[in-house]
């Protein structure tokens, strides 16, 4: 299995490639500087990883970064500051773009000897993900604060929701079409977004996620068995409840449905084929 990694850490991506790639004439991995708030850049690192690859199979948009001070406090001044959307173009519209690219090249393949052209997730499990059913998938971090409120962090709340939303509402019509795309959905895990103290108070509290259990989920999602069709699903990661599919929003009663069921008649022909 071969490894394609686009971060905008070069520094880090020359660190891995190092420790992994112990055979020039046969690397294991292959990276990429990018920037997924810009289109542009996405797109290019894309392209690397066909000419590099050929196939691609599983593609993980992970990348996201922490709430900035996006809305000054500045009663005094006569200015209007415009709000820093660093969050939502990371978070949120990367997230998409990569889908986006993922979900194009995934309509081009032939399929698969198990009748899958693409998954979108993410995971590094090589040996059941080869003996998985399906071979092929999207899978995006979001966050718990896709479906919690977290008072102070508004934009990132905002974005985690918007994904969570794109999941839910996406990973349903591309099921269609033999894609899987579900998101991942930690509570906080130890990451360079937030800080060792504030790491250290989670997880003297009991909240906070070991990353083996966040890398359980994405095993689970690729390797096949009972979740091989599971398309469309948010699953919530916490130390204390484990791993479950974050239950949805019910229709609260027909009328709502139906108008749910008239919106997909309507709207149906936006995600078919165009000659």
């Known amino acids: ?7 905008a850490d070069v520094p880090g991506l020359r660190a891995l490639s190092k420790q992994l790639n112990t055979n020039p004439q046969d690397p294991a991995i292959y ?27 599983y593609v993980f948009p992970i990348a996201g970064i922490g709430e900035r001070r996006s809305f000054p406090n500045k009663p005094k001044s006569d200015e209007y500051v415009k709000p820093d959307m660093s969050v939502i173009d990371i978070d949120q519209i990367g997230v998409i773009y990569t889908v986006s690219l993922a979900v194009q090249h995934f309509r081009r393949l032939e399929k698969n000897r198990h009748g899958v052209k693409g998954r979108s997730a993410c ?9 998985a059913d399906r071979l092929t998938t999207v899978v995006a971090v979001a966050s718990v604060c896709g479906f919690y409120i977290h008072t102070t962090i508004p934009l990132y709340t905002a974005a985690k929701h918007a994904i969570v939303g ?14 899987t795309f579900n998101s991942v959905c930690p509570n906080k895990i130890r990451t360079s ?10 997880e003297k509290a009991g909240c906070l996620v070991p990353m083996e259990k966040l890398l359980e989920c994405f095993e689970m999602l690729l390797s096949g068995g009972e979740h091989k069709d599971l398309s469309g699903e948010c699953l919530e990661v916490a130390p204390q409840l484990g ?18 069921e008239i919106t997909y008649e309507r709207s149906h022909y936006l995600h078919e084929v165009v000659e």
């Open 1 to 7: 299995m071969k490894v394609f990694v686009a971060d």
């Open 31 to 57: 990276t990429t500087e990018v920037d997924v708030a810009e289109w542009e850049s996405i797109e290019r690192a894309f392209r690397y990883a066909v000419s590099a690859m050929g196939r691609i199979d």
């Open 123 to 131: 995971s590094s499990f090589r040996e059941k993900c080869l003996n």
């Open 166 to 179: 794109f999941t839910r509402s996406y990973g349903k019509i591309l099921a269609e079409e033999s894609i």
């Open 193 to 202: 977004i937030g800080t060792a103290e504030s790491y250290e108070k989670a």
């Open 243 to 260: 791993i479950r599919i974050a239950p949805k929003v019910e229709f609260v009663n027909e009328e709502s449905k139906k108008s749910a």
